[in-house]
């Protein structure tokens, strides 16, 4: 490729099934002057596949900084190079952040080739809702930390999307249900896209207890969904602000309790007030 199209491509290749390489993606790793790949070894193999025979280059995350300068002296000569990862789309849980910061650093474009990405095919399938979500990656692997992780997200309403490793599974759930509940809903969608693709939504007791009583549900490739935080109705107060008023409106008629409340608690007066007529 001429000098005037110096580009760094973000390509995305397949989760699981090679049908799933978009024909844009092959074409590009074909015409490239030099493919950055997480696992040369593995991605060796879709090369065969696809008849590609650029030249590859290890990039991971740990790639010192020569690394990443070899790949922007290459775009500063004016070649084209592609970004892969192992699996699915670069950057999502994988190497690359600092690649694509550096080179639209430097005014070179950056342009994805979009394709498989193992969350968003989980969650278009899953069943929960997907209108708002938070993708929330790898958890911490140690069972304190992975606990305050889970702490921080128990409020959230949108629906959580998690990736995990098959011998955590159980335990993750375990966790989530005793943070969460063990009510609330979540999907376990393992090996998308392969031959032993699985889905099951179920309240996190059951799901992990699922999980437990079948091996074979802590094998592979998994992604965690989790149902959001019921929503609190307008009228409901937070569980203090509702413990003071109810202390207070036994002495005091509701405008001074939803007063002197809304000074203790820092909520709306109004909504205090309100609340107070609600409960006759
Ligand atoms: N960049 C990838 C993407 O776009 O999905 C994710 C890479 S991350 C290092 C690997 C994790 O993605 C796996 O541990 C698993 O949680 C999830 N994953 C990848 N392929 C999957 C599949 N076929 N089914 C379910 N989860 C998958």
């Given at each position: ?9 973000i ?48 990039y ?9 300068g ?7 000569q ?37 394709g ?51 011998h ?15 009510e ?19 309240p996190?007791?059951e ?5 437990r ?5 802590q ?8 149902r959001?935080?019921?929503?609190r ?33 820092g ?11 609600e409960?006759?």
């Open positions: 490729m001429g000098p005037d199209q110096a580009l760094l491509y390509v995305a290749t397949p989760i699981g099934n090679l049908a799933d390489m978009v024909p844009r993606a092959v074409e590009v790793l074909q015409c490239a002057d030099l493919v950055a790949a997480e696992d040369t070894r593995h991605s060796q193999r879709l090369f065969s596949h696809f008849n590609i025979d650029t030249p590859l280059m290890a991971h995350d740990h790639s010192d900084d020569k690394r990443t070899q790949i922007l002296q290459r775009l500063e004016g070649q084209t190079v592609a970004l892969i990862s192992d699996a699915g789309t670069p950057l999502i849980s994988d190497p690359g952040y600092r690649l694509v910061r550096e080179a639209r650093e430097r005014g070179f474009r950056v342009v994805p080739i979009p498989p990405c193992a969350f968003v095919a989980a969650l278009s399938a899953a069943g929960l809702p997907s209108d708002r979500f938070s993708f929330e990656g790898f958890l911490p692997a140690k069972p304190g930390q992975r606990e305050r992780a889970l702490r921080e997200l128990a409020g959230d309403t949108r629906t959580l999307v998690f990736y995990e490793a098959p955590r599974v159980a335990d993750t759930l375990d966790a989530m249900g005793l943070v969460f509940g063990g609330r809903e979540a999907v376990i969608a393992r090996e998308v896209s392969k031959a032993f693709e699985t889905f099951h939504l179920a996190l007791k799901l992990a207890e699922w999980v009583a079948d091996s074979n549900q094998r592979g490739e998994i992604v965690l969904l989790v959001g935080a019921e929503r109705r307008d009228s409901e107060l937070n569980p203090e602000a509702e413990r003071i008023m109810k202390l207070l409106l036994a002495e005091l008629p509701p405008k001074r309790a939803a007063a002197l409340a809304a000074e203790i608690t909520v709306n007066k109004k909504a205090l007030y309100n609340w107070s007529l409960q006759k």
